[in-house]
Nanobody
């Protein structure tokens, strides 16, 4: 079992920045690929970013490339999402998730179905 707890959400103006954290406990964190998903009101949960167990492979959805950065610190069992140049359309609940499937070419890293563990989510609101 892996327990995930997100933090760092809040209200920010468009163009601003936020940094999300996801602290993991339980099974060996280093074995897991980690990802961030988000869900806006009335919309389906969507993939945002993923990072491999070593941090050597990262993937992003097109809408956040160049603005968001995913990283991890295995010594602290924590994954981060640095969000810059935020837009109102980034408003959503952000969830972190863990999977044994690594985000490499050919793997379904963008699919929520491969993630075994989820956090409770943290709200990010970007005002215009």
């Amino acid at each position: 079992q892996v327990q995930l707890v997100e933090s760092g959400g809040g209200l920010v103006q468009a163009g601003g920045s936020l940094s999300l954290s996801c602290a993991a406990s339980g099974r060996i964190f280093i074995n897991y690929a980690m990802a961030w998903f988000r869900q806006a009101p009335g919309k389906e949960r969507e993939f945002v970013a993923a990072i491999s167990w070593s941090g050597g492979s990262t993937r992003y959805t097109d809408s956040v490339k160049g603005r968001f950065t995913i990283s991890r610190d295995n010594a602290k069992n924590t994954v981060y999402l640095q969000m810059n140049s935020l837009k109102p359309e980034d408003t959503a609940i952000y969830y972190c998730a863990a999977s044994l499937t690594q985000p490499v070419s050919g793997s379904p890293y963008f699919s929520s179905g491969i993630y075994n563990y989820w956090g409770q989510g943290t709200q990010v609101t970007v005002s215009s």
